[in-house]
């Protein structure tokens, strides 16, 4: 590329001459970004596409300026921009040497590297600023491959990482302009917060998505981020030639979100072979579209072998796409408060017994077993209400816990059964209570 072509591309996306669009401001995100920028390590941020991470960075950068630092020091390139051409060490390298050479940065600069999973190699570049330059260098990546085995070896101890998601709960309500200080506030405002619950529990966290005006404006936004993950992060990366049979089991993931899945059922129902779904189920998963739950067991071996429970990372790009012929609010619950279990200092698995009783969620942390979760929408049927509390009494005794929680609709209550505690708390509560 020519040099005229590269600084075109540079100033677009850069601080340099312009005011850039930040958006609003995830106060957690940003904390964590700036802790992580104290370790002086290559900051790896990582997450589903639209997510919010190169917002989360364009922020961080604007914080940077506003504290003093030079706009000159810091430099984005966004790998993802059509007009770069001929991706490579190279062009990553040329990039670089001319922003060093036009823009003349101070020695402790910055450099953003955004979309990195598009370059082979990258790693050995990061590393090379990092260690050669002394600089502060992120990155950004919509695969969770990008951050696993492809770098290990290169980046091993020289990187720490930061998942960014859709939104929060509490972080959808700020976004409208709705402040939660605290547990006094959810009660003051528990009508308000129930009715943005229901959009929210339909719709997801998507930042753009929550700005959106109309549902058809929000469902096409919607439908055009699942092709990008299919197209963009999977079919381009990977080669990918049966295009429809992979649009065909993300499409069935989807619309059965919440439920036991297994490999060899799949590959009947959708008359694919057993190698393509499994390796397009990594695909899936590997780009933070779904999340796969084994069933809690001692043994690794019992664990493989039994089904798993398929979740996605988001209600609304599951609604927006998936095959849905009426709202189940059950399933659409459960799978919120999977991603709101799901942290990257836990284990999370789904009970099952041998009279085949189920309780939703298991969370293991640090080898013990520190809490049970069942989420069950409308409890106020006797028969549903025995079935629930009784699958996760007898989960939390042979777990040895003393409670147990049932995430619900809206009842909200306590109750001693067989000497385990059973705390019923409605989900949107739950979501924004301190625990």
């Known amino acids: 590329?020519?040099?005229?072509?590269?600084?075109n591309v540079l100033n677009d996306w850069n601080f340099w001459k312009k005011e850039q669009e930040i958006g609003i401001k995830r106060k957690e995100?940003?904390?964590?970004?700036?802790?992580?920028?104290?370790?002086?390590?290559?900051?790896?941020?990582?997450?589903?596409?639209?997510?919010?991470?190169?917002t989360s960075l364009l922020q961080f950068c604007k914080d940077?300026?506003?504290?003093?630092?030079?706009?000159?020091?810091?430099?984005?390139?966004?790998?993802?921009?059509?007009?770069?051409?001929?991706?490579?060490?190279?062009?990553?390298?040329?990039?670089?040497?001319?922003?060093?050479?036009?823009?003349?940065?101070?020695?402790?600069?910055?450099?953003?590297?955004?979309?990195?999973?598009?370059?082979?190699?990258?790693?050995?570049?990061?590393?090379?600023?990092?260690?050669?330059?002394?600089?502060?260098?992120?990155?950004?990546?919509?695969?969770?491959?990008?951050?696993?085995?492809?770098?290990?070896?290169?980046?091993?101890?020289?990187h720490l990482d930061l998942e960014i998601r859709p939104l929060s709960f509490k972080e959808y309500l700020a976004f409208k302009g709705i402040e939660i200080r605290d547990n006094l506030d959810i009660s003051n405002k528990r009508h308000l917060l129930k009715?943005?619950?229901?959009?929210?529990?339909?719709?997801?966290?998507?930042?753009?998505?929550?700005?959106?005006?109309?549902?058809?404006?929000?469902?096409?936004?919607?439908?055009?981020?699942?092709?990008?993950?299919?197209?963009?992060?999977?079919?381009?990366?990977?080669?990918?030639?049966?295009?429809?049979?992979?649009?065909?089991?993300?499409?069935?993931?989807?619309?059965?979100?919440?439920?036991?899945?297994?490999?060899?059922?799949?590959?009947?129902?959708?008359?694919?072979?057993?190698?393509?779904?499994?390796?397009?189920s990594y695909y899936l998963s590997s780009v933070y579209l779904l999340n796969f739950v084994k069933k809690f067991s001692y043994s690794e071996k019992e664990q493989l072998l039994n089904l798993r429970k398929v979740y996605c990372t988001d209600n609304g790009l599951r609604n927006s796409v998936a095959f849905v012929f009426s709202k189940d609010y059950g399933?659409?619950?459960?799978?919120?408060?999977?991603?709101?279990?799901?942290?990257e200092d836990r284990e999370i698995y789904y009970w099952r017994n041998a009279k085949q009783e189920e309780v939703d969620f298991v969370i293991r942390k640090k080898q013990r077993i520190?809490?049970?979760?069942?989420?069950?929408?409308?409890?106020?049927?006797?028969?549903?209400?025995?079935?629930?509390?009784?699958?996760l009494v007898r989960a939390c005794k042979e777990l040895k816990l003393k409670e147990g929680f049932i995430l619900t609709e809206d009842t909200e209550k306590e109750e001693k059964v067989d000497r385990v505690k059973i705390k019923f708390i409605p989900l949107w509560r739950w979501l924004l209570e301190k625990r």
Do not use: C
């Not at 802790?35 to 991470?53: C, F, N, Q, Y």
């Not at 998507?206 to 092709?227: A, G, M």
């Open 331 to 343: 399933r659409f619950a459960e799978n919120i408060a999977f991603n709101n279990l799901n942290k």
């Open 1 to 7: 590329m020519e040099k005229a072509e590269i600084l």
């Open 195 to 280: 009715a943005e619950f229901k959009e929210y529990l339909l719709n997801g966290g998507f930042p753009k998505v929550i700005l959106t005006n109309t549902n058809s404006q929000k469902k096409e936004l919607l439908q055009t981020y699942f092709r990008d993950i299919i197209i963009k992060d999977i079919v381009q990366r990977y080669n990918i030639r049966e295009v429809n049979k992979l649009n065909d089991l993300a499409k069935y993931y989807l619309t059965n979100v919440s439920t036991l899945q297994s490999f060899n059922n799949i590959k009947n129902v959708l008359k694919l072979n057993l190698d393509t779904v499994e390796r397009f």
């Open 64 to 158: 940077l300026i506003d504290s003093g630092v030079d706009k000159k020091n810091i430099l984005i390139i966004n790998l993802e921009d059509p007009r770069l051409k001929d991706l490579s060490l190279d062009l990553l390298n040329n990039i670089y040497e001319l922003y060093l050479t036009e823009l003349q940065p101070d020695q402790n600069h910055y450099v953003i590297l955004d979309e990195v999973q598009v370059i082979d190699g990258w790693e050995k570049f990061a590393r090379f600023l990092h260690e050669n330059k002394k600089i502060n260098v992120f990155v950004t990546g919509s695969s969770s491959k990008l951050l696993n085995s492809e770098y290990s070896t290169v980046l091993a101890g020289r």
């Open 29 to 54: 995100i940003m904390e964590s970004i700036e802790d992580l920028l104290k370790t002086k390590e290559i900051v790896v941020i990582k997450g589903i596409r639209r997510s919010g991470k190169s």
């Open 370 to 391: 520190i809490q049970a979760v069942q989420v069950s929408w409308d409890v106020e049927k006797k028969e549903t209400k025995e079935r629930e509390v009784g699958s």
